[in-house]
């Protein structure tokens, strides 16, 4: 009996114990709390004397650091031919690292935000890929209230301008709130010309019954629809896989400064996949010169694997990105404007002529890329593609590409 009493009070002896030990914890987890919540301030001297015992020194105060940001958008464009793309990438030219270089040298951005852009909350509304070029890119960010744009453009190259900066909500996101993409594609009308015929590029015109087939084959494009064959890697039980594709006209045909003929495909959507635009270019361009039909169209968007050709992606630009639903919400509210960039227009058209159309015509006339990739398409089956068979769930798969906007 005296055993199991003895037993009794030594556990309860040990809980009292643990109980201690728990109460003594927290007690000290609460003290560091409070420590952590109490303004400290900072002895600089003995600090300072410190590092410099240990081989080190404190970087100076730098003013921009306390320059008050709110969030922006800016309007950008620039011609892509010499570079590797909008996004940023390590050892590439692109056009992000050369934007976030002049903005820390304007301290629009501090080095912390230059080395991790997500401190200044940047994003671009369209990711574009090597030598693809944006008219009228929207990108946001966070900005200090005095811009000199004048100042900030002399340390940009010649054929990277930013024309425009708008104040925005605390909440705006350049891609989130981006309701639709509009791109262009410009090439020569010799492109249409039937591929048994031989035809100069400087001289030919496109017929009328030509250039209404042209239109027709495109307007196949439109609705939702599901564009796995016109991307890389995706399934076709994949949702993001289905696109919607508001309207897809061509422009009549316009002689360029060299004397050949071009037209302009224009392509407005909600969202584009990486290569989307491209291939759908590249098959319309098939189809009108009789390499194939509008059946392997109606086939490629259902779940078959087809082999399409993409056409090259100099005619390519990012032409324009709405945002109707965020002008309608807040546009009229006194205190942000809508992002329509009407005043900005005059110097983006004069900056399109002279650096990205201009490029596209005197590319297109020397070097021909447009009728070197014509030589290919022949060499494409148009049928299901033997290589790579399609795979089940793709529900499951990665989203690689998925709202890549992207488009190239």
């Given amino acids: 009996m005296s055993e199991a009493l003895d037993k009794l009070e030594q556990d309860n002896l040990a809980r009292k114990n643990a109980k201690e030990v728990e109460n003594q914890s927290v007690k000290e987890t609460n003290q560091v709390k409070r420590n952590l919540k109490r303004k400290k301030w900072v002895d600089w001297k003995a600090q300072d004397a410190e590092e410099a015992a240990n081989g080190t020194k404190r970087a100076p105060f730098d003013p921009a650091d306390r320059i008050k940001r709110k969030k922006s958008a800016i309007l950008l464009s620039y011609c892509g031919a010499k570079y590797f793309g909008m996004q940023r990438n390590p050892g590439m030219q692109t056009i992000e690292e050369e934007l976030f270089k002049a903005m820390l040298k304007h301290k629009w951005i501090t080095e912390d935000s230059f080395e991790q852009v997500q401190i200044a909350c940047f994003q671009r509304a369209a990711r574009t890929d090597k030598g693809v070029s944006a008219a009228r890119q929207v990108c946001s960010v966070k900005l200090p209230e005095e811009l000199d744009l004048q100042a900030f453009n002399q340390d940009l190259p010649p054929e990277i301008r930013l024309f425009g900066v708008e104040r925005v909500t605390k909440g705006f996101?350049?891609?989130?709130?981006?309701?639709?993409?509009?791109?262009?594609?410009?090439?020569?009308?010799?492109?249409?010309?039937?591929?048994?015929?031989?035809?100069?590029?400087?001289?030919?015109?496109?017929?009328?019954?030509?250039?209404?087939r042209v239109s027709d084959t495109l307007k196949l494009y439109e609705g939702t629809k599901n564009f796995h064959n016109f991307t890389s890697k995706k399934n076709f039980l994949d949702p993001s896989a289905k696109r919607f594709i508001m309207s897809f006209t061509c422009s009549e045909?316009?002689?360029?400064?060299?004397?050949?003929?071009?037209?302009?495909?224009?392509?407005?959507?909600?969202?584009?996949?990486?290569?989307?635009?491209?291939?759908?270019?590249?098959?319309?361009?098939?189809?009108?010169?009789?390499?194939?039909?509008?059946?392997?169209?109606?086939?490629?968007?259902?779940?078959?694997?087809?082999?399409?050709?993409?056409?090259?992606?100099?005619?390519?630009?990012?032409?324009?990105?709405?945002?109707?639903?965020?002008?309608?919400?807040?546009?009229?509210?006194?205190?942000?404007?809508?992002?329509?960039?009407?005043?900005?227009?005059?110097?983006?058209?004069?900056?399109?002529?002279?650096?990205?159309?201009?490029?596209?015509?005197?590319?297109?006339?020397?070097?021909?890329?447009?009728?070197?990739?014509?030589?290919?398409?022949?060499?494409?089956?148009?049928?299901?593609?033997?290589?790579?068979?399609?795979?089940?769930?793709?529900?499951?798969?990665?989203?690689?590409?998925?709202?890549?906007?992207?488009?190239?």
């Fill in 173 to 212: 996101n350049a891609k989130d709130q981006c309701n639709a993409r509009t791109y262009t594609y410009t090439l020569p009308t010799v492109a249409f010309a039937a591929f048994d015929e031989q035809h100069e590029q400087n001289t030919y015109r496109i017929p009328a019954p030509i250039l209404e």
């Fill in 253 to 408: 045909p316009f002689q360029s400064p060299q004397g050949i003929e071009f037209v302009t495909l224009k392509v407005k959507g909600q969202s584009f996949m990486l290569h989307q635009i491209r291939k759908m270019v590249g098959l319309a361009i098939a189809i009108v010169r009789g390499n194939t039909t509008t059946t392997s169209l109606e086939r490629a968007l259902t779940e078959e694997r087809l082999d399409l050709p993409m056409a090259p992606g100099l005619g390519l630009v990012l032409d324009t990105v709405h945002y109707e639903r965020y002008n309608d919400r807040y546009g009229k509210d006194g205190i942000h404007a809508p992002l329509t960039w009407e005043a900005q227009e005059q110097q983006v058209q004069e900056f399109i002529e002279k650096h990205i159309y201009s490029n596209i015509y005197k590319t297109e006339a020397e070097e021909r890329n447009l009728l070197d990739w014509l030589s290919t398409l022949h060499f494409h089956s148009y049928d299901t593609r033997r290589d790579e068979a399609s795979t089940e769930g793709g529900g499951n798969q990665k989203k690689q590409n998925d709202d890549d906007d992207g488009e190239e």
